[in-house]
Antibody, heavy 122, light 113 residues
Framework: QVTLRESGPALVKPTQTLTLTCTFSGFSLSTSGMCVSWVRQPPGKALEWLALIDWDDDKYYSTSLKTRLTISKDTSKNQVVLTMTNMDPVDTATYYC??????????????WGQGTLVTVSS | DIVMTQTPLSLSVTPGQPASISCKSSQSLLHSDGKTYLYWYLQKPGQSPQLLIYEVSNRFSGVPDRFSGSGSGTDFTLKISRVEAEDVGVYYCMQSIQLPPFTFGPGTKVDIK
């Protein structure tokens, strides 16, 4: 059974750095074809893809946010961590992690976490 | 970046009636490997998105056969043959031919009349 769960602070202040952790089970990120991404959704708005890390430790970032994002993985802990620097109120959103398994649904996200709401406010 | 557009942005459907959502991309989603990287998700109220269709027309595991996807190149359609109450939510298309970034459409909100 595949599960993903996001964790991190619910509230951050402007200019602070946000660190989110995705803890997953039911698969290994060292398996060829496995990837984990972060996607966010401001309240009442559309989904926005942020970053992806694959089994080979290749990393990809949103064009507009790449200077602020860092994605990493700890395969032994089954975790993927996303950091976002210089947080701003416009970054208030629900942050999701999601799995991609190239062998099952191609480059689609087949499993998602429940999301974690991050509010940026002083 | 590839821009995804969806029409309509909202849709009110009578149960048992069909529904159709269009998605267009600013560039072709047909890859040289022969696959077309267009996906459909449904986000039910208060829930995380869930994958419905992958690579244009393949239903993901557990997705009812009343959902179908079609299209090619830059024009795609999601059809629901007979809408049920549980189908309400926001439908998103997404492209993943280009990385980075993956891009989502603005979403189409479907509700029941």
């Amino acid at each position: 059974q595949v599960t993903l769960r996001e964790s991190g602070p619910a509230l951050v202040k402007p200019t602070q750095t946000l660190t989110l952790t995705c803890t997953f089970s039911g698969f290994s990120l060292s398996t060829s074809g496995m990837c984990v991404s972060w996607v966010r959704q401001p309240p009442g708005k559309a989904l926005e893809w942020l970053a992806l890390i694959d089994w080979d430790d290749d990393k990809y970032y949103s064009t507009s946010l790449k200077t602020r994002l860092t994605i990493s993985k700890d395969t032994s802990k089954n975790q993927v961590v996303l950091t976002m620097t210089n947080m701003d109120p416009v970054d208030t959103a629900t942050y999701y992690c999601a799995r991609m398994n190239l062998a099952v649904a191609g480059k689609g996200f087949d499993y998602w976490g429940q999301g974690t709401l991050v509010t940026v406010s002083s | 970046d590839i821009v995804m557009t969806q029409t309509p942005l909202s849709l009110s459907v009578t149960p048992g009636q069909p529904a159709s959502i269009s998605c267009k991309s600013s560039q072709s989603l047909l890859h040289s490997d022969g696959k077309t990287y267009l996906y459909w998700y449904l986000q039910k109220p208060g829930q995380s998105p869930q994958l419905l269709i992958y690579e244009v027309s393949n239903r993901f595991s557990g997705v009812p056969d009343r959902f179908s996807g079609s299209g090619s190149g830059t024009d795609f359609t999601l059809k629901i043959s007979r809408v049920e109450a549980e189908d309400v939510g926001v439908y998103y298309c997404m492209q993943s031919i280009q990385l980075p970034p993956f891009t989502f459409g603005p979403g189409t909100k479907v509700d029941i009349k």
